[in-house]
């Protein structure tokens, strides 16, 4: 059962496009949602994360928009760049236990010239 | 300071053949995780550790055997290798205080013919 839909599977921008991931969730036990991305050959690090009291962080180029009513949440990559090309997951976490993360399939960017 | 590491990089077992493979972290973390990554499947978690001396069942564990004699490592183990245990395999540490990222390692990449 996966507890955290992602989508799409992949995706292709152009340059200076914007670039949107979206996932979805069913546990409200969950607490904390973080997006990791990985190079091909490399394991995944962290890009950016949110908690679920606040509806929105930006750093930098990266934004997580957050909608708790909703159970979803979305990365946004502005002004997209051939080197973010790469694989994102999103992933959410229930506090204590281990903190273990549920990942999502992950996206597959691709950031076209 | 080489954070995560895992050895080997690659491996090739024969169907029935035994291995085990070594995740070590030098940040003093507490946790640490292993997980296998498929394709479309994003990551799933086999086994995770709490701390020296611990270890807990995650989504997949079957087939898997861990053990944390030492804090800065963590072995994963396979008995017998079947082919459905073909996989990329990632492992990963955080310290225990909540909201903080996971370290992941470069992964080792097994097939199992």
């Known amino acids: 059962q996966q507890q955290v839909k992602q989508s799409p599977q992949s995706l292709i921008v152009q340059k200076g496009g914007i670039s949107i991931i979206n996932c979805a969730y069913e546990?409200?036990?969950?607490?904390?949602f973080p997006w990791y991305q990985q190079f091909p050959g490399k394991g995944p690090a962290l890009l950016i994360a949110?908690?679920?009291?606040?509806s929105e962080k930006k750093e930098g180029r990266f934004t997580i928009s957050f909608n708790k009513s909703a159970k979803q949440f979305s990365l946004h990559i502005m002004d997209s760049q051939p080197g973010d090309s790469a694989t994102y997951f999103c992933?959410?976490?229930?506090?204590?236990?281990?903190?273990?993360?549920?990942f999502g399939t992950g996206t597959q960017l691709k950031v076209e010239l | 300071n080489a954070g995560v590491t895992q050895t080997p990089k690659f491996r090739v077992l024969k169907t029935g053949q035994s291995m085990t493979l070594l995740c070590a972290q030098d940040?003093?973390?507490?946790?640490m995780y292993w997980y296998r990554q498929d394709p479309g499947m994003g990551l799933r978690l086999i086994h995770y550790?709490?701390?020296?001396?611990?270890?807990a069942k995650g989504e997949v564990p079957d087939g898997y055997n861990v053990s944390r004699l030492k804090k800065q490592n963590f072995l994963l183990g396979l008995e017998s290798a079947a082919p459905s245990q073909t996989s990329v395999y990632f492992c990963?540490?955080?310290?225990?205080?909540?909201?903080?990222?996971?370290?992941f390692g470069p992964g080792t990449r097994l097939t199992v013919l």
């Open positions: 990963a540490s955080t310290p225990i205080m909540a909201y903080n990222e996971q370290f």
């Open positions: 546990n409200t036990a969950f607490d904390y």
């Open positions: 949110i908690r679920p009291d606040v």
């Open positions: 992933a959410a976490r229930i506090t204590g236990g281990g903190n273990k993360l549920t």
């Open positions: 940040m003093n973390h507490e946790y």
């Open positions: 550790s709490v701390g020296e001396g611990t270890t």
